[in-house]
């Protein structure tokens, strides 16, 4: 059994702010009984453009974003999927977005740097292009956590389902977490549909934190941040506003869709 809870935000452009109620979601989740909790994309910071995570990006394992989620994973004895921060990278113009993870002791355990880099134009004014700031990665990445094969992806991602399939190499995911920033519009239509696909193609347990709400710099987020079990089942999720999305992950669960169903065992590589 692994409890675990998704920690649903609405970002502001001001990082003091997002990590004190990060830190007070991190606090709830804990006294709820999480073990594993993450939040969501771009938690830190919801900017006014892009280059405002230049401003605040900080060095691998060194930095006031860094040192509070390591704190408080060490405070509850959890631990935290960092949703993302930005990490510098050897060029100023440009930063990784990273998700973090940190153990129960605090320590650091894993880095993810989000591969697939959101552009999007509604055609009315909504516009995105991640591609000016940030620089790909190029890894698939999965952590163990206390015996769960645990793999990561960012937002975007979740489009991508070769990152997934690529994680479930040499061993299944029994975990994939996806902290996540969805636009309204995007999420409404996708969302929930591309969640659920994975656990179901992946046979796994899916958790997403995402970013729910009006923001103060006026973006709108889609949220609904869940909780999928390996038969593509919601069995928890949250619409909009702060708050704490929980569950329990079961061995048990995931041995017997795999063992009625084996698809993956089907898989033709
Ligand atoms: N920050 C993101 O990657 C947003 C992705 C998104 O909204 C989508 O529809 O995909």
Redesign the pocket.
């Known amino acids: 059994m692994l409890n675990v809870a998704a920690l649903q935000m609405v970002s502001a452009p001001d990082v003091a702010i997002n990590l004190a109620t990060a830190c007070r979601l991190i606090a709830e989740a804990a006294d709820q009984g999480a073990r594993l909790l993450a939040l969501p994309?771009?938690f830190c910071l919801m900017g006014q453009s892009d280059r405002d995570k230049l401003a605040i990006a900080e060095a691998e394992d060194s930095g006031p974003i860094q040192d509070t989620l390591a704190a408080a994973a060490q405070r509850h004895g959890v631990w935290i999927i960092g949703g993302t921060l930005p990490l510098r990278t050897e060029d100023p113009q440009w930063v990784r977005n990273s998700c973090r993870v940190w153990g129960p002791d605090g320590r650091p355990r894993a880095r993810y740097d989000?591969i697939?880099?959101?552009a999007?134009d509604n055609g009315r004014g909504e516009r995105?292009d991640?591609g000016r700031v940030l620089q790909a990665g190029d890894a698939p990445v999965a952590v163990e956590v206390d015996g769960w094969r645990v793999g990561l992806g960012?937002?975007?991602?979740?489009?991508f389902p070769e990152l997934f399939r690529a994680l479930m190499q040499p061993a299944p995911c029994d975990l994939l977490v996806l902290p996540?920033?969805?636009?309204h519009?995007?999420?409404r239509?996708?969302?929930e549909l591309l969640l659920r696909a994975r656990a179901v193609e992946n046979q796994c347990y899916v958790l997403a934190p995402a970013q729910g709400g009006l923001h103060p710099n006026g973006r709108r987020?889609?949220g609904h941040s869940l909780l999928a079990d390996p038969w593509g089942e919601v069995l928890a999720v949250q619409a909009e506003g702060e708050g704490v999305v929980a569950g329990t992950l079961r061995r048990q669960r995931l041995d017997e869709v795999r063992a009625q169903l084996p698809a993956l065992a089907h898989r033709r590589i």
């Open positions: 994309e771009y989000k697939h880099l959101f999007y995105y991640e960012i937002c975007y991602d979740l489009r996540a920033a969805f636009t519009g995007t999420g239509a996708h969302w987020t889609w």
